[in-house]
Nanobody, 120 residues
């Protein structure tokens, strides 16, 4: 059963805005986050948010992306007002980490991903 469902991907112009959503459909999780994977690359950590609202960002998106969470704690958002062509990737929602946020192998629950394409 898919526990995380992403939405909001699509085609965006460089410098434009992006808003991705991820709903935890079965239960809530203490920590949720986002990774992305470009063609031919491994999964890159984007951002994470804890139950208490503490945020962690990957170096490539720091100061450009914002992660947030709704009051019911079952939906997490990823937003940007200044996307770049290098942000093009499949974006994955993840939850339930057991170690370093930066390592995809430490996250145990994944969504199926949503494609984001940024045109120059």
């Amino acid at each position: 059963q898919v526990q995380l469902v992403e939405s909001g991907g699509g085609l965006v112009q460089a410098g434009g805005s992006l808003r991705l959503s991820c709903i935890a459909s079965v239960r809530t999780f203490n920590t949720m986050g986002w990774f992305r994977q470009a063609p031919g690359e491994g999964r890159e950590f984007v951002a994470a948010i804890s139950w208490g609202g503490s945020r962690t960002y990957g170096d490539s998106v720091k100061d450009r992306f914002t992660i947030s969470r709704d009051s019911g704690k079952d939906t997490v958002y990823l937003e940007s007002n200044s996307v770049k062509p290098e942000d093009t990737a499949v974006y994955y929602c993840a939850a339930d980490p057991s170690g370093s946020y930066y390592q995809a192998s430490c996250w145990h629950t994944w969504g199926r991903g949503t494609q984001v394409t940024v045109s120059a």
